[in-house]
């Protein structure tokens, strides 16, 4: 199977500082892969990179065989994504945020409406199709969010933390949901997490990022070989420490990122 994300040498500074230092990975097509980290470790920095939002310093990167850097137009349209943070439009029902993001990237209206429907019914929101998102619990808007994602038939879907605060019955199910839809269609999943037993459970293949560097890659089985543990949660404290992360790292990351993206759209 071919590699659909292909990323050699990719280094990130700001000013003097190293938010991502010579990292190699790639992602076969069709697979559904883990890039783990602790606060602050480079994994935001990495995923915009991947995504356009940042140009890397230094790297090569391939995303369904383009160069973001290059083609960041035909690369936003091979991938879909679901934030950190909620990007829904509150104000508007569920069917009105699919149909803006269909409009967005320039879905047929002749098809729009069928696949707006696929895509409720995958994530059990067509009763809800006509509700506001106001009036959505946070596991109906997360698994909103992968429909629209998915909406305009992505190669790729970028998951950041997409079961961050949620509880363990939603997160379960919205599991359920992505292994669906990596089975039924083949989109490749690449995804991030804190929680160590969904990446195992999921994943099936690895990256461990600390301090900007990978430190480790593989599948999990391999992971908890190579480190002598049990867990893969035992295995990525073995390999990125066990003292507490400073969020703040992770906060300044991401702040140095948006700077980045708005000084570059200004020039």
């Known amino acids: 199977m071919a590699n659909i994300i292909e990323v050699r040498n990719l280094t990130k500074t700001f000013g003097d500082i190293a938010a991502v230092k010579d990292v190699s990975f790639s992602v076969e097509e069709g697979g559904i892969f883990a890039f783990l980290g602790p606060n602050g470790a480079g994994k935001s920095t990495t995923i915009k990179m991947l995504t356009t939002l940042l140009r890397p310093s230094s790297g090569t990167m391939r995303i369904a065989g383009r160069d973001p850097v290059m083609d960041p137009d035909l690369v936003r349209h091979s991938f879909g994504i679901v934030f950190q943070d909620p990007s829904l439009d509150e104000d508007l029902t569920a069917v009105e945020n699919l149909e803006l993001h269909g409009v967005l990237y320039n879905v047929p209206r002749a098809t729009l409406a069928t696949r ?143 700077h980045q993206v708005w000084s570059g759209s200004r020039r």
Do not use: C
């Open 116 to 258: 707006i429907e696929e895509l409720l019914a995958l994530v059990e929101l067509s009763d809800r199709r006509n509700d506001f998102v106001r009036d959505f619990s946070g596991g109906m808007k997360r698994r909103l969010e992968i429909a629209r994602g998915l909406l305009h038939h992505p190669k790729i879907i970028f998951l950041d933390e997409p079961t961050l605060g949620l509880d363990p019955q939603t997160r379960n199910h919205l599991w359920s949901y992505v292994q669906k839809l990596n089975a039924n269609e083949g989109i490749t999943v690449f995804l991030t997490t804190h929680y160590m037993e969904e990446a195992e459970r999921i994943a099936r293949h690895i990256a461990i990022i600390d301090n900007g560097v990978i430190v480790a890659q593989g599948t999990g089985e391999a992971l908890r070989k190579q480190t002598g543990t049990a867990t893969l949660e035992e295995a990525f404290l073995a390999l990125t420490g066990s003292s507490i992360r400073d969020e703040g790292g992770s906060r300044l990351e991401t702040m140095r990122s948006h």
